[in-house]
């Protein structure tokens, strides 16, 4: 499956797609058949579809990895593009749909009415839609930068598929009520990596729940560099591919990033659970190429414990959070006696209280959060071990149906 820094790559390359902009820069745009590698992805991707509408602006592509060097479809990752300032309609777009809630474009014309035209949310539906009838057995994701974040979110909760982006805005002004449902019910699906200071990526606030709020800045907020705060190059990852979450983060901020890298584990598991569970006669080419690609490999030999790592720090880490919102209340409460000493206990409560500071904002709100948060942890971890449990069961009876598998993958 694609890493968080194949999502950053492929979100980076969505911006190649726009013809007039490639004359303008002399390259080549980005085409249909065009091999995406190098260092930065965790392997080669082959673009299977494209679009650049000249009538709105939008640009998107659809890619798939290869493997045994076909496409393999069983995953395919649709990117859009963010806003080319140099373009009118994105910036038209920003404004309209963005900032105004409205799908459609009006493109003013000189001497007359304006043009009104479908707007780049109604196109990368169109998009998305063509890509999931081509591939109907492909489990889609979707990225993006900036608006290209922004629309793939839309597109992520209107066809109930996981999200990973970057920088955007957020899009709750257009979702339907389906897709509001549908994110209330499944937190964790959409990510949208934001910078703490990016003023252009926080916008819309973050109804969808998808924005995980980082400090990747070197320092405090710089006016001058408003625009390096919204920019892809900004985020850094490990050698496995996955977002580090800066130091300088919250503690929040970064529980936050690593929960929902896990439920994106968690949600890899369970792809490959229902792909083993619905071989039921043989595998066709495509669930041969998925099984041999590693990931059961991966999961059976034990590396996934990781997983289970991430998992009990998450609970550990907001447990201390609540041994320290408890320390903090005493703490204030003894510096407020000893200010006080002529005042009783109850006394010195009441003037607290008075001052907004009470043991139900500091310790009572806080511990009720983190609560459940570590509840949210050890149900992940419950469906991670029912999870792997299913998935071995798959696996052997694949292997008992099937000694050419078993050769393949030499247990």
Same mark, same amino acid.
């Given at each position: 499956?694609?890493?968080?820094?194949?999502?950053?790559?492929?979100?980076?390359?969505?911006?190649?797609?726009?013809?007039?902009?490639? %004359? @303008?820069?002399?390259?080549?745009?980005?085409l249909?058949?065009?091999i995406?590698?190098?260092?930065?992805?965790?392997?080669?991707?082959?673009?299977?579809?494209?679009?650049?509408?000249?009538?709105?602006?939008?640009?998107?592509?659809?890619?798939?990895?290869?493997?045994?060097?076909?496409a393999?479809t069983?995953?395919?990752?649709?990117?859009?593009?963010?806003? &080319?300032?140099?373009?009118?309609?994105?910036?038209?777009?920003?404004?309209?749909t963005?900032?105004?809630?409205?799908?459609?474009?009006?493109?003013p014309?000189?001497?007359?009415?304006p043009?009104?035209?479908?707007?780049q949310?109604?196109?990368?539906? %169109?998009?998305?839609?063509?890509?999931?009838?081509?591939?109907?057995?492909?489990v889609?994701?979707?990225?993006?930068?900036?608006?290209?974040?922004?629309?793939?979110?839309?597109?992520?909760?209107?066809?109930?598929?996981?999200?990973?982006?970057?920088?955007?805005?957020?899009?709750?002004?257009?979702?339907s009520d389906?897709?509001?449902?549908?994110i209330?019910? @499944?937190?964790g699906?959409?990510? @949208?990596?934001?910078n703490?200071?990016?003023?252009?990526?926080?916008?819309?606030?973050n109804?969808?729940?998808?924005?995980?709020?980082l400090?990747?800045?070197?320092?405090?907020?710089?006016?001058?560099?408003f625009?390096?705060?919204?920019?892809?190059?900004?985020?850094?990852?490990?050698?496995?591919?996955?977002?580090?979450?800066?130091?300088?983060?919250s503690? &929040?901020?970064?529980?936050?990033?690593?929960?929902?890298?896990?439920?994106y584990?968690?949600w890899?598991?369970?792809?490959?659970?229902?792909?083993?569970?619905k071989?039921?006669?043989?595998?066709?080419?495509?669930?041969?190429?998925?099984?041999?690609?590693?990931?059961?490999?991966?999961?059976?030999?034990?590396?996934?414990?990781?997983?289970?790592?991430?998992?009990?720090?998450?609970?550990?880490?907001?447990?201390?959070?609540?041994?320290?919102? &408890?320390?903090?209340w005493?703490?204030?409460?003894?510096?407020?006696?000893?200010?006080?000493?002529?005042?009783?206990?109850?006394?010195?409560?009441?003037?607290?209280?008075?001052?907004?500071?009470?043991?139900?904002?500091?310790?009572?709100?806080?511990?009720?959060?983190?609560?459940?948060?570590?509840?949210?942890?050890?149900?992940?971890?419950?469906?991670?071990?029912?999870?792997?449990?299913?998935?071995?069961?798959?696996?052997?009876?694949?292997?008992?149906?099937?000694?050419?598998?078993?050769?393949?993958?030499?247990?």
């Amino acid at each position: 499956m694609a890493t968080e820094r194949d999502y950053n790559v492929f979100a980076d390359e969505a911006y190649q797609i726009d013809k007039a902009r490639a %004359k @303008n820069e002399d390259r080549a745009p980005l085409l249909k058949g065009d091999i995406l590698e190098g260092t930065k992805l965790s392997q080669s991707y082959i673009v299977l579809e494209v679009a650049d509408n000249n009538k709105n602006g939008m640009q998107a592509m659809a890619v798939a990895p290869i493997k045994d060097g076909i496409a393999d479809t069983s995953e395919v990752i649709i990117a859009y593009a963010g806003t &080319d300032f140099g373009d009118n309609l994105d910036v038209l777009t920003d404004a309209s749909t963005v900032m105004g809630g409205d799908m459609n474009l009006s493109i003013p014309q000189w001497g007359s009415a304006p043009k009104k035209t479908d707007g780049q949310a109604i196109s990368a539906q %169109k998009f998305a839609t063509s890509i999931k009838n081509s591939y109907p057995n492909a489990v889609i994701t979707t990225t993006g930068h900036s608006l290209g974040e922004y629309l793939a979110i839309y597109i992520a909760a209107e066809n109930q598929w996981k999200n990973t982006g970057f920088n955007g805005p957020d899009p709750y002004n257009i979702l339907s009520d389906d897709a509001k449902k549908w994110i209330k019910e @499944n937190p964790g699906l959409l990510a @949208n990596y934001r910078n703490n200071y990016d003023k252009i990526g926080n916008f819309g606030g973050n109804k969808t729940g998808a924005a995980i709020l980082l400090d990747v800045s070197k320092g405090g907020y710089n006016p001058a560099k408003f625009l390096d705060y919204h920019g892809l190059s900004t985020w850094q990852f490990d050698k496995s591919g996955n977002l580090v979450a800066p130091g300088r983060s919250s503690r &929040d901020s970064r529980l936050a990033q690593m929960e929902a890298t896990t439920r994106y584990q968690l949600w890899n598991l369970s792809v490959l659970s229902n792909k083993l569970r619905k071989s039921h006669s043989g595998l066709s080419s495509s669930e041969e190429i998925f099984i041999n690609s590693g990931e059961v490999l991966i999961i059976v030999n034990g590396v996934s414990t990781m997983m289970q790592d991430g998992l009990n720090t998450v609970i550990k880490e907001y447990q201390q959070a609540i041994t320290e919102a &408890d320390a903090l209340w005493k703490e204030t409460v003894e510096r407020a006696q000893g200010i006080g000493m002529d005042l009783s206990y109850e006394e010195v409560i009441g003037a607290l209280a008075s001052g907004g500071a009470t043991q139900a904002n500091i310790v009572g709100e806080p511990t009720t959060f983190y609560e459940q948060r570590i509840a949210s942890a050890k149900q992940m971890l419950e469906e991670y071990t029912t999870l792997i449990a299913e998935i071995q069961t798959s696996i052997d009876q694949q292997l008992a149906k099937d000694q050419q598998l078993a050769k393949d993958i030499q247990f």
